[in-house]
């Protein structure tokens, strides 16, 4: 492909980062590997995607109803706080995201913002990528893990308006709270702690499933051994960022390329 695509034209990506940090590092490698396997081995440094990588932690979680449901107590705070870093980002990127499950509950939000401040800059949603994602492979089911507020899919998950098409099982209060407080430990501890990875290795082994939605920026680092089909919406949206930034409106890459 790297004879293919249009250096000239090539868009410049964004990502707030932040909530959190290593979700943010995460995501910018996806992308910058999913960039080398498709332009194939020749390309080189000039090839690599123009990529910016804001971590604001004044966005940083964990989040819940606390700041994130409108009347809230942190919600002025934390909305405010997205605009800021939106507004900075949209300076030095075509397209930008946020490397956050969670806060996509203010995905309206932050479109309006867009608009009524006429900012140039398109946003890219990490739950509209994975909802292109079981349309074109057929999914039908899927157990959607992360923060409390995410796998509350029946009102409060910003992955809630996915029910429509996909049925999304409703967890047990425990499974769901044991979710929270892995995803909690994970950034106090670390990915690579033994007591995390074992505590989290037990939550997924915990319920039956056949397609997983790691819905918590945190969760696709953990290294773990299932026969659960496991989907990285950081992955679906490191590609989608990937096609735009070369010019797919579609935010598609080519296959068979």
Not at 15 to 32: E, F, H, R, T, W
Not at 110 to 121: G, Q, R, S
Not at 146 to 164: C, Q
Request: aromatic residues 6%; proline residues 4%.
């Amino acid at each position: 492909m790297l004879g293919r695509v249009q250096h000239a034209s090539r868009k410049r990506i964004g990502v707030i980062g932040g909530s959190g940090p290593d979700a943010g590092i995460d995501l910018v490698q996806k992308v910058i590997r999913a960039n080398r396997a498709f332009l194939g081995p020749k390309a080189g440094d000039k090839d690599a995607p123009i990529i910016t990588l804001m971590n604001i932690p004044k966005v940083g979680g964990p989040h819940g109803a606390w700041d994130l449901i409108k009347g809230s107590e942190g919600y002025d705070s934390l909305l405010n706080g997205l605009k800021e870093a939106t507004r900075s980002i949209a300076t030095v990127s075509d397209y930008f995201c946020i490397a956050c499950n969670t806060l996509h509950k203010n995905q309206s939000e932050i479109e309006k913002f867009l608009a009524e401040e006429k900012i140039d800059c398109k946003f890219v949603s990490i739950v509209d990528s994975v909802s292109q994602h079981c349309e074109k492979n057929k999914i039908t089911s899927l157990v959607v893990m992360g923060s409390k507020m995410t796998t509350d899919v029946k009102e409060t998950s910003p992955y809630a308006p996915l029910s429509k098409s996909v049925e999304l099982p409703v967890l047990s209060e425990e499974l769901r709270d044991r979710q929270q407080k892995a995803l909690e430990m994970i950034k106090a501890k670390g990915a690579e702690n033994k007591e995390v990875q074992e505590y989290f290795q037990a939550t997924l082994d915990s319920f039956d499933a056949t397609n997983v939605l790691l819905g918590c920026t945190e969760f696709p680092l953990m290294k773990v051994k299932t026969e659960k089909v496991l989907i990285d919406p950081t992955q679906l949206l490191a590609d989608r960022l990937l096609a735009l930034s070369w010019g797919y409106s579609d935010g598609n890459l080519p296959e068979n390329c």
